[in-house]
C-alpha cells in the first residue's frame, strides 16, 4: 500500500510510539511515600480487579488502581499537592536562614490554576497546614468542581478561556503577591521546580501498585493506561517504569479526550505541540500544552497514545461501575483508550498484550470529583 493510501486509512485517534527501548531515566526520591505515611487520612487506594474487562479484552487479568478516596479527597492529586507544599515550605525556610533573614511572618498564600481536582487538593492541603490558597479556574469547570474547592475556604477566580488561559492568569497572581507561591502542576521554560515536585509526589500511586500487585502475584504489569491532561502524572508513570532495572517490561499507554489530545498530537510531531481544546465530559483532562517537564519523558517513555470519545468514555463508565469502581469521567478515560488501542492493527504487539496479560487501568477520579460530569 502506498503512503498516501496508508495515511488515508491511519486512525487519527491512536499512536504506536517508536521509542528506544533500551532509555532508562532516574528514580524518584525514597522519602515520598515515607512523607505520605505520616499524613492523616493515608491508606494505600485500591487495587480492583476486573475479570469481566479482562473477558471483553482479551487478556488474562485487569486491575483498575482506584484513586476515588485519596486523602479524603476524591481524586488522586492530594499525592502531588501534599509533596510540593511540603518541599516549597522547606526550601523557603532554607532560603531564609541562608539570608538571615526573619521567618515568614502570617500564612503562605498558594495561587494555583485548575479544572478541578488539583486546585482542590492544593486548597485542602494548604488549609490543613495553616496557610491559604487562591484558585483561577477556566471555562468548563463544573459549579459543583468549585463549590467544593471554595469549601476548603479558598476562593475561587474564574478567567474566560482555556486552562492555559488560567495557568497564564495564574501566575500573574503569584508574581505580584511576595507572600504567594505559584504551585501549578505544569511547567514552561523557567517555571519547573515545583511542577517537578507535583511529579514526584504522584510515585506514591505507582510505589503501592507494586506492592499490590505483587500480592496478587503478578511481578509487573504488561501495560499500565493513564490519562492524560498536561502529562504531569503520565510522567510519573515514565520515571516509575523506565528506572527500573528492565524498563521496557511494562508498556505504557496515554489516555485523552479527542477535544484535548495534546500529548497524542506532540507524539505524532515529534515534538511538543498545542492543540485548541472543546468542551468535554472529561474536564480534568481538557488541557492544550503539555508541560514542558512532562514532554521529554512523554517522547521517550510511552509506548503509545490513544484519544477517545466522551461517548467512549460513557460507555467505560458502565463498565467500570458494573465492577465496584465508582469513577468519574476523567477516570474512565483509561479503559476507553485502552479499548480503542488495542482494537488498532497491529497495537497487541507493540504495546506487548497478549492472552495471558495483565493491564492497569489508573482510574484518576471518582464520581464525587466530577458529580455532573463537566
Known amino acids: 500500500m502506498s503512503d498516501e493510501r496508508q495515511d488515508e486509512h491511519r486512525d487519527e485517534r491512536w499512536f504506536a510510539n517508536a521509542r528506544d527501548r533500551a532509555w532508562s531515566c532516574p528514580a524518584v526520591p525514597a522519602d515520598v511515600l515515607a512523607l505520605h505515611r505520616t499524613l ?47 518541599r516549597a ?20 498564600t498558594f495561587v494555583t490554576a485548575t479544572d478541578g481536582n488539583h486546585g482542590r487538593a492544593v486548597a485542602r492541603m494548604a488549609r490543613l497546614l495553616g496557610h491559604k490558597a487562591r484558585i483561577t479556574v477556566p471555562d468548563g469547570v463544573h459549579p459543583a468542581a468549585i463549590a467544593a474547592i471554595e469549601a476548603e475556604g479558598a476562593p475561587v477566580t474564574h478567567v474566560a478561556g482555556s486552562y492555559d488561559d488560567a495557568v497564564a492568569a495564574a501566575a500573574r497572581d503569584a508574581a505580584a503577591d511576595p507572600a ?59 520515571a516509575h517504569y523506565r528506572s527500573q532495572p528492565n524498563p521496557a517490561r511494562t508498556a505504557l499507554l496515554s489516555a485523552e479526550p479527542v477535544t484535548a489530545a495534546c500529548a497524542l498530537a506532540s507524539l505524532r510531531a515529534g515534538c511538543a505541540v498545542s492543540v485548541p481544546t472543546q468542551t468535554t465530559i472529561m474536564a480534568g483532562l481538557n488541557c492544550g500544552t503539555p508541560s514542558s517537564l512532562a514532554w521529554p519523558y512523554l517522547h521517550r517513555g510511552l509506548d503509545g497514545a490513544a484519544a477517545v470519545t466522551d461517548a467512549e468514555a460513557a460507555v467505560a463508565g458502565t463498565a467500570l461501575r458494573a465492577g465496584s469502581v465508582d469513577a468519574g469521567p476523567c477516570g474512565w478515560a483509561g479503559l476507553a483508550a485502552a479499548k480503542h488501542a488495542l482494537a488498532q492493527p497491529g497495537a497487541r504487539g507493540h504495546l506487548g498484550v497478549g492472552p495471558a496479560s495483565t493491564l492497569v487501568l489508573v482510574v484518576t477520579e471518582g464520581s464525587a470529583a466530577n458529580p455532573a460530569g463537566g
Open 180 to 238: 504567594a507561591i505559584l504551585l501549578q502542576d505544569t511547567a514552561w521554560p523557567g517555571y519547573e521546580t515545583v511542577p517537578a515536585w507535583i511529579v514526584e509526589g504522584y510515585a506514591t500511586l505507582f510505589a503501592e501498585l507494586d506492592e499490590q500487585l505483587a500480592v496478587a502475584g503478578i511481578e509487573a504489569p504488561s501495560l499500565v493506561v493513564v490519562p492524560v491532561g498536561v502529562g504531569s502524572l503520565a510522567q510519573a508513570a515514565v
Open 89 to 108: 515550605l522547606e526550601e523557603r525556610a532554607l532560603a531564609e536562614r541562608a539570608l538571615a533573614a526573619p521567618a515568614q511572618v502570617g500564612p503562605v
Open 40 to 86: 492523616a487520612g493515608y491508606s494505600p487506594t485500591r487495587l480492583v480487579e476486573l475479570p469481566a474487562v479482562a473477558a471483553e479484552l482479551g487478556v488474562g487479568r485487569v486491575f483498575a488502581k482506584d484513586e476515588s478516596s485519596r486523602l479524603g479527597l476524591p481524586a488522586f492529586k492530594a499525592l502531588g499537592a501534599s509533596w510540593a507544599i511540603h
